[in-house]
């Protein structure tokens, strides 16, 4: 069953790439709906592995793939009317590396063997790499390239950090199975030395393909120039998946007793991207590099909530979700934005609110929430890692924290705002359509609705993930 989850997007999208058109369509929205069910019915029912496999159904695992399958199921129907209004030569492409993009980050969010997973990761870049390419543009050309050598290189790097991990379970002469669940039994026992080195091996190389700076060089590039189905889907559940590498390792390393070391990683390289990205920010001129700017603020808000733990632990896993309903949220509404105005660029953009209402309502909400404000959940998300960095001892971070998150906020604010309410554009080239305004509200209603309600067995799926090391939601 663990398995149908990602062979079923990986065959059909490799059946979609010779289909017309018309039918490849239907098969993108046949494929977000089945792979949600089996992704349910995994959650809920499958009962969890004896033996040691390739695969499993752990908790951390289980919810990136549920975030995964649900903002799929939004963009799926958004793509195939926003390719419509592009006239897009390549849609077959499109449609079928959608397809396959989804399977291999739904491998990389089951695999439980340490290779699988880099090799899963490996196949997100090349299955993800066409949908950046696909306007076949001088930009995209640099971007597509970027992203791959870029992103390559530290996924070799993290290649060379499981190396280095299974090197310290040789030198404790233990004889487990190179699984995650294997050697987190056996943590005690590993070489400390070569599993600090594979811990930094891994941090660099999976924090390129996160989103971490100084590693991040490829993303604004590749999130601007990627139509915007393909934008959310690399910042809503992309990065996530590389996330999900790095917190298996992490976990490895408290198990061991480590934590403080690789805590410690984690904080200064989640402060400096917090960092990075509110300068960038700042007068940023393109409004999808600023949204692919804060995906780095908040994969650095992620790093830095799991680095304190406590408290921390269950902020960054719930911020984990609500920053991928909202950036998804709002990569739509951008692309929206693309389709009304024609360019990317925020001083050509103004009159929002006046030209497009409906659009303008989601972007201004989505921008509300990715800052923080309430009623969405990065408010509580936040405000859970601030509290949780202070009752671990870490005031100085929690105060960098807050002061990053100003820069952040401002510069975001000043671009939102002149967006929706600068000197008013004569006319838009695509009116809005309800087909294209609702799953981007679709997704930000949710992250309200999971604010002030969660779901028992969501509830219960985050515990899990964050109780072996420590993770709690009473501080």
Known sequence: MLEAIFFLPLLTGLLTLCLPVRSGRVVLMAVALLHLGLTGFCWLHAPAPHLP?????GPAGVLVLLVISFIFVCIAPYSIFYMREQEMRSEPIFLGCMQLFLGTMSMAALADHPIVLWIAIEATTLASAPLIFINRSKKALEATWKY?????????LALLGFFFITLALDRAGIDVPLTFSALNEAARQLDPLWLRTGFIFVLIGFGTKMGLAPMHTWLPDA???APSPASALLSGALLNCAFLGIYKVHCLMVLAGLGEFSGSLLIGFGLLSIAVAGIFILNQPD???MLAYSSIENMGVIALGIGVGGLGLYGAMLHLIHHSLLKSSLFLSAGNLVLGFGTKLVAQCGGMARLLPRTCLGFFAGFLGISGL????IFVSELMILTGAIQTGHPIAAGL????LVLVVAGFARIATDMAFGPVREEVLV???TVRIVPPLALLATSVLL???MPEPLYETITSTIAMIGGTLHG
């Open 53 to 57: 496999t390739y695969f499993g159904n």
């Open 148 to 156: 791959v050598l870029i992103c390559s290189v530290g996924i070799a």
């Open 223 to 225: 999130h601007s120039e």
């Open 287 to 289: 409004y999808k590099r």
């Open 374 to 377: 309430p009623p969405f959940g």
């Open 401 to 404: 924290f807050i002061a990053a």
């Open 431 to 433: 009116p809005e359509q």
């Open 451 to 453: 604010c002030v309600w």
